[in-house]
């Protein structure tokens, strides 16, 4: 008896002002496949979660490198970076960790990893949120402007990432600019569904 697994994975991010409710972005992302299929096989390896064991979510990790943005205010994205064992963000500048089993983790509640499985499904889902409260990034500008379009955190691009530092999933968006005066959601959703056909 052979069986044959198809596994499929998608992904759906989602951007809040966690004061306002407003969504800033809503969409799906793209998947680097060969990194995520590493972090799987070291996932059901088991093991202590460290260095020696890096196949699961740390770091939800921003950059402002995903679009190019011209006077007249259009938008160019980016493709996403999905090839390559070292493939990166384009430009990332600010990172959080989001895996609440780690102390470094500053904020479990708002920031933390859960999963969801419907009994009988071929499917679970894997919910990563993470909070960029009002005091981060430390150097962040004062207000949400128009004119700070360019700024270092003017984000237009996250990725979800491995303990060793591997891109696992790479979204771009047009940007959105964190400030101090703003508070910012993000549920990030991946959802693993397996397929199988038996065969003699």
């Known amino acids: 008896m052979n069986s044959d697994l198809k596994l499929h994975i998608t992904g759906h991010v989602k951007i809040t002002d966690a004061l306002t409710k407003k969504i800033l972005f809503e969409g799906d992302n793209a998947v680097h496949f060969e990194n995520l299929s590493v972090a799987i096989a070291q996932s059901l390896g088991g093991g202590p979660l460290n260095a020696s064991n890096p196949g699961f979510f740390y770091t939800m990790n921003f950059g402002n490198g995903g679009t190019t943005v ?40 708002n920031n933390n990893i859960t999963y969801s499985h419907v009994p009988g499904k071929a499917y679970t889902d894997v919910i990563v949120v993470c909070r960029l409260d009002y005091g981060e990034p430390a150097d962040q500008l004062p207000f949400d402007n128009s004119n700070y379009i360019n700024s270092k955190y003017a984000f237009d691009e996250l990725g979800l990432f491995s303990y060793n530092g591997q891109l696992l999933t790479h979204v771009i968006y047009s940007p959105v600019i964190k400030s101090l005066n703003r508070l910012i959601d993000i549920a ?12 003699a």
Request: glycine share 4%; net charge neutral; proline share 8%.
């Open 70 to 109: 011209n006077s007249s205010g259009i938008v160019t994205y980016n493709p996403p970076n999905i090839v390559g064992a070292t493939a990166q963000l384009y430009n990332q500048t600010y990172s959080k960790v989001v895996n609440n089993q780690f102390s470094a983790d500053p904020d479990p509640l």
């Open 188 to 199: 990030y959703t991946l959802r693993i569904s397996t397929l199988s056909s038996l065969s």
